[in-house]
């Protein structure tokens, strides 16, 4: 079993989340009470909606992590799964997608548009805000 599908298989446990089918189409979605959280795109990649708070929250600690990649203007982030490390990372990064759905909608946001698999501008972490 690949990582990605042991994190969605231990996810669809989760009580606040349901299996349904991804607003892009591609893969297998979780989602919870206001939208999609995760769409597992292939055996390693899934993006996750994390909102554009979480983003500019976490940003740096984002960047540093080696498995995600963020998209310019994206409320979601791409997560490559290869090691363990990545798997313990995706868990936290769905709890905290989880409590910003929580405070759903927020003043300053507008509605997001859909995953990065679509999207073809991936950013590699050591290309942004490189000086």
């Known amino acids: 079993m690949t990582l990605a599908a042991r994190a969605f298989a231990q996810l ?32 390693r990649d899934l993006d996750l909606c994390l909102t554009a ?25 791409t997560v490559r799964m290869e090691v ?16 910003a759905q929580q405070t759903w909608p927020l003043p300053d946001h507008e509605p997001h548009a859909g995953c990065n698999d679509l999207r073809s501008a991936v950013v590699a972490r050591q290309s942004l805000g490189a000086d």
Do not use: K, N, Q, Y
């Open 53 to 77: 708070r979480v983003i500019r929250r976490f940003e740096e600690h984002l960047r540093a992590a080696t498995a995600v990649r963020l998209v310019p203007g994206s409320h979601w982030v």
């Open 84 to 99: 363990v490390a990545d798997f313990d990372l995706l868990m936290t990064l769905v709890s905290l997608a989880l409590r």
């Open 12 to 43: 669809a446990t989760w009580p606040d989340l349901t299996e349904v089918e991804p607003s892009c189409g591609t893969g297998r979605a979780l989602a919870a009470a206001h939208g999609d959280i995760a769409h597992f795109h292939s055996d």
